[in-house]
């Protein structure tokens, strides 16, 4: 919802309290900010989620195995992630709090608080037998045009929900991963 940011030669940093892009240059952006108008007239929190993962869901698996072999993105192009479950989580997190400053209207920002570049989710990901045997995609990315992506600052949100991820990264869950298969 934030936008591409603007710098290409570095990341930029947001939180709850960053501004939003003009919906007039982001339809995307713009239906996601209906959206939330919406719930917030009506008392509702608002979660903004990082990139969502499982083992085989997720930006990963798509560069990886259902791609073309191509990513639009830079290497170097930062991704913020979190797992479905740590999701999970945190909206169980909002909807039980008893905090009166938390509740209506509120917007959080959710995810594992470790941003990985493009190349690192695909080289975490290798630790998985499901994606050992892919290959790295190549990244199309301009280094000079494209932007180098977003850094979330979740936590004044993670505070407030009292709540922290159960996968600190993807690459944690990669490993938990691998070792519980290992297990079996």
Not at 24 to 42: F, G, I, T
Not at 105 to 113: E, T
Not at 160 to 173: G, I, K, M, V
Request: aromatic letters at 8%.
């Amino acid at each position: 919802i934030y936008g591409p940011g603007d710098d290409p030669s570095q990341y930029q940093v947001v939180n709850e309290q960053s501004p939003l892009p003009d919906p007039n240059d982001n339809p995307r952006s713009a239906k996601l900010m209906k959206a939330e108008q919406v719930v917030q007239q009506h008392g509702g929190m608002i979660l903004r989620l990082a990139g969502l993962y499982t083992l085989e869901r997720g930006a990963h698996n798509y560069w990886l195995v259902r791609g073309n072999g191509q990513v639009a993105g830079r290497p170097d192009g930062m991704i913020n992630l979190l797992h479905y479950d740590d999701a999970a989580g945190a909206v169980l997190a909002a909807l039980t709090t008893d905090d009166v400053a938390v509740q209506g209207g509120r917007v959080f920002l959710i995810s594992d608080g470790n941003p990985l570049t493009r190349q690192q989710i695909c080289e975490s990901s290798f630790q998985s037998d499901m994606y050992r045997d892919t290959t790295l995609p190549t990244f199309l990315g301009d280094a000079m045009k494209d932007p180098m992506g977003k850094i979330y600052d979740g936590s004044a949100s993670n505070q407030a929900l009292q709540w922290e991820p159960r996968y600190p990264s993807f690459d944690d869950f990669m490993k938990a991963a691998v070792s519980s298969s290992s297990e079996t």
